[in-house]
């Protein structure tokens, strides 16, 4: 099959949604446009504007690193220590090898020995999934370490088959609150900074050809924490769904995007104080993380789930529930 771009070279990737196939050259060429096009469109950031890329180690976030610094973008790379036994380390190792590398400036925190928050353990003495408590750790940091060190701006590698996964668990439960920030771009607000997903016009599997052909060494294994998770699920549910049509996942989430998301915005004024241990932004005394720790640093017991449902995370990004878990999601508070 010849390139549908160039016409000239053979294809190397096929991207049906598209109706394309690309040789290399227009494949990345392809990949710079849509991230172009998904920062223009949505006024994520400017030329001169210094953004932090909040990199994991796989794929996705250093393709992300790598296709903003070589759009010209003074891209700085977030990597967060999540305490994670035999995946943590290795993580790091990459995002720090692809810093070396293009001579990127990294910053590096660690949430088990700066915060005694490691999300093995964490998870172990609360009654919290991995990923939830991973979830908060993360959104948590990501606002206060840009903050610290001057960003503005925080870009995750979130992309198509993440963004439509979330809308579907959203939607199955009708998480309207999560529904009306689940957005590209979530504006500045009351000492929460911008966040942004330049990646959410591209698949999964272009992710790993962008990485292959550009030479990113990433890592290639999931967390292990997230055995299970729903959020796995759906991503097959919804690749079942693209195999026999598609387009499906792409039409689901801009269509969502264009013509449903703005019924969902609250615009119910909610009133942020400051941390009265760290500062950050939250609706109650102390913040759900600081909470977080106090509740780790507590002899163990058992401990119930009461508690009102604070609001949404901003980003529109549920709780994740593992399979196992029949309990209902519970929004953490920002
Ligand atoms: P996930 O929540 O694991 O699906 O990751 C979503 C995005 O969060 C990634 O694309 C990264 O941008 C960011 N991210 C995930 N893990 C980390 C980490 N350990 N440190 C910094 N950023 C991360
Ligand atoms: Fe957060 Fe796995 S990356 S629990
Ligand atoms: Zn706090």
Redesign the pocket.
Known sequence: MRCTKCRGQEACLEVRRHNAAFCEACFLEFFRDQVARAIERHKMFRRDEPVL??????K??LA?WDVLLDLGYDATG?????GIPGY?EP?REKCEAFAAQRGARLIVTDLESEYGLGIAATAQRTMRTPCSA??LS?RYL?NKVAQEHGFRVV????NLD?EAATLFGNVLRWQTGYLGRQAPVLAEEDGFIRKVKPLYRLAEREMAAYCVLRGIDYIVDE?PM?KGAKSLLFKDVLNQLEAVSPGTKQSFLFGFLEKAQPLFEEHEEVELRPCGQCGQPTTAELCAFCRLRAEVAQPKRRRGRGGKAARAPRDG?PEPATAASALPLVSPES
Do not use: Q
Request: charged share 10%.
């Open positions: 890329v909040a990199v994991s180690g796989g996705d976030s992300l977030f990597y967060i220590g999540l943590s993580s991973c979830g993360k990501f870009a995750t590698g979130h993440d967390c997230s990004t």
